[in-house]
Every structure is written in structure tokens, then in C-alpha cells.
């Protein structure tokens, strides 16, 4: 495996993206097609960034079914992790009470201050409801101003795929 080139940017991976990347298909059409764009950006974009994990989503991956999390486990096998500080564990909670996410999901607080707190290029996940959508970014972009802290980009793998350069028509 080539050393990852420090000039790529950095991608802290979300439980969301590694549960998509090692569940078996899925039944449901939206689900399938989030499953096999995840597939598409781990085999062909991926090397083109330096990925990061956290505790959190060591944590969160390690649960459940033993076969799922053993491959999830696995998919999280080489990237390095994100060491849990006291800063990252203070920013979680202050991020939840900013971006009113309930207690129930404040793990996804705890992803968004790992990819703050250690600057992040992208926050790679499929979670729309707390991280990759429209309403968290305004209210992110409004607390990082206030604060002055980095602001990760929060996206989906779909999001990170390069388009192919269309078909030119070189008929006569």
C-alpha cells in the first residue's frame, strides 16, 4: 500500500459510510444505491484522500451483529485513528446544544468535533438527518464563525465522486 500523500485532502469517516460499505445489500432502492455509491467511492476514489476514523466510530462499529461489525471492523482495518482528547469530548457537547442535536444521537456531535477539532477536510457521511445536509451546514457555518474553529466540509461519499468527463462525438 503507497504512503498516503500529505498534500491530499484529509476525509474523517463517519460509522455511517463504514456500515454502508460492509452491509450485505439492502432491499430498499435508496438504500441499494447509497450502498453501491460507497462501494464505487472506497474501490475508485478513495486513494485520491487520507482517511481518518475515531473512537467513536470504533465504538459505534464494534456493536451489533458480530459477522456485520467484524466487517465493519475490517473496512476500518488501515486507517489510522483520531485520538479522543478532552477538547474533542467539550466541543461534542458544545456542537450538540448549537446544532440541537437531541441526546439520543449525540454520538453524531462527537463525529462533527473530531472533524473539527483535528481540521478535517471533509466529514464523510451518510447521516442526512444530523450531519450531511443543508440546515447543519448554515447552523456549522454560523457557529464557526462565532467561535472562530475549522469548518469541515459534511458530505456524502456520492458528493465526493468525480463525473466523468462526458462522451465527446467525434463523428464526421
Not at 29 to 35: E, I, K, R
Not at 38 to 49: K, L, V
Not at 52 to 69: H, L, N
Not at 95 to 104: G, N
Request: glycine share 2%; hydrophobic share 45%.
Amino acid at each position: 500500500m503507497a504512503l498516503p500523500n500529505p498534500a491530499q485532502p484529509r476525509v474523517c469517516v463517519e460509522t455511517s459510510v463504514v456500515s454502508y460499505l460492509a452491509s450485505r445489500p439492502s432491499r430498499d432502492f435508496f438504500v441499494l444505491a447509497n450502498q453501491q455509491l460507497t462501494q464505487r467511492w472506497w474501490e475508485e476514489e478513495r486513494a485520491g484522500y487520507r482517511l481518518f476514523a475515531s473512537m467513536a466510530v470504533v465504538r459505534e462499529a464494534s456493536r451489533g451483529d458480530v459477522a456485520a461489525a467484524a466487517r465493519r471492523m475490517d473496512a476500518l482495518g488501515e486507517i489510522p485513528l483520531l485520538a479522543q482528547t478532552e477538547v474533542v469530548l467539550l466541543l461534542a457537547k458544545d456542537l450538540q446544544l448549537a446544532l440541537e442535536i437531541p441526546p439520543r444521537a449525540a454520538g453524531d456531535a462527537e463525529h462533527l468535533a473530531y472533524a473539527v477539532a483535528y481540521e478535517m477536510d471533509y466529514l464523510l457521511s451518510w447521516n442526512c438527518t444530523h450531519l450531511a445536509n443543508a440546515h447543519t451546514t448554515r447552523m456549522l457555518e454560523q457557529y464557526a464563525l462565532r467561535h472562530g474553529i475549522w469548518l469541515p466540509t459534511l458530505c456524502t461519499p456520492a458528493s465526493l465522486i468525480e463525473p466523468e468527463p462526458p462522451e465527446t462525438n467525434n463523428a464526421e
